[in-house]
């Protein structure tokens, strides 16, 4: 069983950055690849960005990529998202997620283990 819990989300003007954190807890963290995804009211779940064991691969949506960056930290048990030039369209909640997955890892169903989330807003 593994434990995740988001923390940084609020609330920030359009161009302006946040940094969103995971810490895990249970089993080895470095056996999961580690995403974060968003859910926007009214909308499905969809994926944001993707980081292997290792760390050394990313995956991330086209709506974020060049303004958002996953990292891992696997001594500390933790993910990052740095979010920069924010805009309206990223406000959401947003959710951590840790998965055995050897596939692309853009794929709720592929993530056993979810954070309870915690919300961005982005004020134009």
């Known amino acids: 069983q593994v434990q995740l819990t988001e923390s940084g989300g609020g609330l920030v003007q359009a161009g302006g950055s946040l940094r969103l954190s995971c810490a895990a807890s249970?089993?080895?963290?470095?056996?999961?690849?580690m995403g974060w995804f968003r859910q926007a009211p009214g909308k499905e779940r969809e994926f944001v960005a993707t980081?292997?064991?290792?760390?050394?691969?990313?995956h991330y949506a086209d709506s974020v990529k060049g303004r958002f960056t996953i990292s891992r930290d696997n001594a500390r048990n933790t993910v990052a998202l740095q979010m920069n030039s924010l805009k309206p369209e990223d406000t959401a909640e947003y959710y951590c997620?840790?998965?055995?997955?050897?596939?692309?890892?853009?794929?709720?169903?592929?993530?056993?283990?979810w954070g309870q989330g915690t919300q961005v807003t982005v004020s134009s």
């Open positions: 997620a840790g998965g055995t997955t050897y596939s692309s890892g853009e794929k709720s169903n592929e993530y056993d283990y």
């Open positions: 249970g089993r080895t963290f470095s056996n999961y690849v």
């Open positions: 980081i292997s064991r290792t760390g050394r691969t990313t």
